[in-house]
């Protein structure tokens, strides 16, 4: 069974940095990409970006780039959005997703709620 | 970037009603285009992918129709369980997102 399994709920203050991590089990990690989606309190979804596991290579929405960045560390199977000075803005539930063999997205974590607050 | 526009914003029904949904793409996306249902506290699950297939253990009630820049998730008669937020989505260019669909009860 594909999962993707998402670290817990953080709770930072304006100008921190943090990293939130996705693990895939159940599939061979390097064959898909992993995508990481934000949705803000009470708003739709939002693709941020994605990462390919096996070269580390990365993509990201224009709005997105520069403010994140995506990774991916194969030999733990796990992903990452990372940012270096967090913003109230920020403030979200960020979700990874991964694609089917059709191309669609199909898994999707469970979510990481991320607060930015003073 | 393609841009997706769904309408209406807010759909308010009966359960036993039927439910159409539209997505209209700013470019073709061919039959790239996939719907999602997202219930409160819940993670966006696959209703429809390239544009007609439902996905797994999706319920025949959900069909999705169009090509091109238009396209339409119909639910043929509402359940309770049905009343959540629809997206769209394509994956021709890049991915992105519908602003969304609420389904509410009326």
């Known amino acids: 069974e594909v999962q993707l399994v998402q670290s817990g709920a953080e709770v930072k203050k304006p100008g921190e940095s943090l990293m939130i991590s996705c693990k895939g089990s159940g599939y061979n990690f390097i064959n898909y990409w992993i995508g990481w989606v934000r949705q803000m309190p009470g708003k739709g979804l939002e693709w941020m970006g994605v990462v390919y596991p096996d070269d580390s290579n990365t993509r990201y929405s224009p709005s997105f780039q520069g403010h994140v960045t995506i990774s991916a560390d194969k030999s733990i199977n796990t992903a990452y959005l990372q940012w270096s000075s967090l913003k109230a803005s920020d403030t979200a539930m960020y979700y990874c997703?991964?694609?089917?063999?059709?191309?669609?997205?199909?898994?999707w974590g469970q979510g990481t709620l991320v607060t930015v607050s003073s | 970037e393609i841009v997706l526009t769904q309408s209406p914003a807010t759909l308010s029904l009966s359960p036993g009603e039927r439910a159409t949904l539209s997505c209209r793409a700013s470019?073709?996306?061919?039959?790239?285009l996939a719907w999602y249902q997202q219930k409160p506290g819940q993670a966006p699950r696959l209703l429809i992918y390239?544009?007609?297939t439902r996905a797994t253990g999706i319920p025949a009630r959900f069909s999705g129709s169009g090509s091109g820049t238009d396209f339409t998730l119909t639910i043929s008669s509402l359940e309770p369980e049905d009343f959540a937020v629809y997206y769209c989505?394509?994956?021709?260019?890049?991915?992105?997102f519908g602003q969304g669909t609420r389904l509410e009860i009326k």
């Open positions: 390239d544009a007609s």
């Open positions: 989505q394509q994956r021709s260019n890049w991915i992105t």
């Open positions: 997703a991964r694609p089917g063999i059709t191309g669609t997205v199909v898994y």
């Open positions: 470019q073709s996306v061919s039959r790239y």
